[in-house]
């Protein structure tokens, strides 16, 4: 009997380790900042009630966690043949064999149920565009097969999420003016994706090279620093964009666009490409950036429009 508890115990923690929830917020935080980002833009762009912004971005935080987990676990299933050969995922639950295939698959339906009902709880509108994602999250595992830019087709699917988090508060009625923010938007979380996901790939460009794995890691090359600076620098402009397209006030142009600017001026002055574990850091704090930024966002919703509150 006891030993039936602790095989119960051990499958549960393998499928805790599979969904990546054992490292959170790494990883599920990057997911979830441009649906929170969305959120709060269109909230301050509607003079949307604080209820209103507070409950959304409570259903994007565990929406974008579970999100995270369900495309960890499909990538993990897409890729049990290549991990294995990579040292620094030669330990995942389906590479040593923990876990069974269906019951990964299992997994995924879970977390990515789990998704679409918290999603249900904004407006149809919402899980019309979230399901449009969908092709998109399945094919990116694949892309490192078949592209040498799979973080930019991670940036393209993970920064559809803004205009979810965007359309759960305003629906389908936007003006000229916040469909341009959107867009520029769209484009700062595309830069940013490709930005920190470079970052994250250097750890990975040895291995990769061996097993045959394409990644902007490894197609920058010896222009890798300068590149992915480049990415930064149009994150930061596109920030500057779609605030001012959207009419933002002092808080979002005095913290969230000097904090990225001066965060990615930090990292790239201090990055050391071929020091792995220093890069995986980097990733890491692009995921507390994010803090940042929102925080300059949120003060204008609660602050600069006095009628939110």
Known sequence: MASSKLTGTRLFWECFKLTRLHKFPLGSLVIIWPAAFGVAMASYATRATLEDFLVKIGLFTLGGTCLHSSFCVLNDIYDRDLDGQVERTKTRPLVTGAISLPLAWFVFLCCLSTTALLLSFANSSAVFFGMLSLPLHFIYPYSKRFTWWP??????????????????????????AQVKAMLAMYGCMICWTIYFDTIYATQDR?????VGIKST????GAQLHFITALFATAMVALLVTGGTFNDHGLPYFAVSCPAAAVYFLWQMASWDINNDQQSGELFKGNGYLGFVIFAGMA???????????
Request: no cysteine.
């Open 151 to 176: 973080q930019a087709w991670l940036g393209i699917s993970n920064g559809w999420s803004f205009f979810v988090g965007w359309i759960s508060v305003s629906g389908t009625e936007v003006s000229h």
């Open 206 to 210: 040895k291995d990769d090279e061996r």
């Open 217 to 220: 890691a490894r197609l920058f």
């Open 299 to 309: 003060a204008d919703v609660m602050w600069t429009r006095p009628a939110l509150v």
